[in-house]
């Protein structure tokens, strides 16, 4: 009976869960970042909390054109959560194939577009790469069992560091999982960014092509879930 309950505990967690996923979506998250900061006026695709700061900076300096260049991402990074979860609530039940399927191709039809925009489209292409990092922070917020952020870092040190307190308190396994899950994703994720940095400067624009062959690899593994 026991057997029967780890079994069962077992085959609920989905693949958009497993951590194989969730790497492949910290490495797009930050090349994604890396991306948009490097080649597209300096502006974060993800870090929202960033474009805040800046933003308000420009403001209180009168620079308003150059305050919009920020508040615009926020707005598209908004609209890509309001998206998402349209799309959960209207294919949750779908049989043949899982919303976040749906959400990660459209990531990837959006993000192959980008890779076309030239200069002066900067800041409609740093609105779709938040649109879609957005969307993506939306649909994938478990690894494991454990809520996670893949295109940002903050709530996951908090949560990293909250884990290895308990751990260095407690001794417990299960918080030096979480502790390792957590600081493994931030990792990652700068791995990502740190080839989106190097890959922009030698591929240039069509380097997002990058984050839309690791978005292609996550749904397939999800994809052969449902075979």
């Not at 009976?1 to 780890?6: G, P, T």
């Not at 960033?50 to 990074?77: C, D, E």
């Not at 751990?167 to 931030?186: D, F, H, Q, V």
């Not at 740190?194 to 890959?199: A, H, N, R, S």
Request: proline share 1%.
């Amino acid at each position: 009976m026991i057997s029967n309950m780890l079994q069962k505990e077992k085959t609920k967690m989905q693949t958009s869960e497993t951590l194989i996923v969730s790497i492949i979506l910290a490495l797009s998250g930050g090349f994604q970042d890396a991306y948009t900061y490097n080649i597209r006026d300096e502006v974060f695709s993800n870090a929202q909390t960033g474009n805040v700061v800046l933003m308000s900076q420009h403001l209180m300096m009168g620079k308003w054109r150059t305050a919009l260049s920020y508040l615009l991402p926020i707005i598209a990074f908004a609209l890509g959560v309001l998206v998402a979860e349209q799309i959960q609530s209207r294919y949750k039940s779908a049989k043949r194939i899982h919303w976040r399927q749906i959400v990660v191709l459209f990531e990837v039809v959006i993000l192959f577009s980008v890779g076309f925009m030239p200069s002066k489209w900067n800041m409609i292409a740093t609105m779709l790469v938040s649109f879609t990092c957005s969307m993506q922070v939306q649909s994938f917020r478990k690894v494991r069992g454990y809520g996670y952020a893949s295109t940002m870092c903050i709530g996951n040190l908090r949560s990293g560091t909250e884990s290895l307190s308990v751990y260095i308190r407690s001794r417990s396994k299960e918080a030096l999982r979480k502790t390792m899950y957590y600081y493994g994703i931030i990792f990652v994720f700068a791995i990502g960014a740190g080839l989106g940095g190097i890959l922009t400067i030698h591929l240039g624009f069509k380097a997002i092509w990058i984050s839309c062959l690791l978005l292609i690899v996550s749904c397939i593994l999800m994809i052969r879930e449902k075979l």
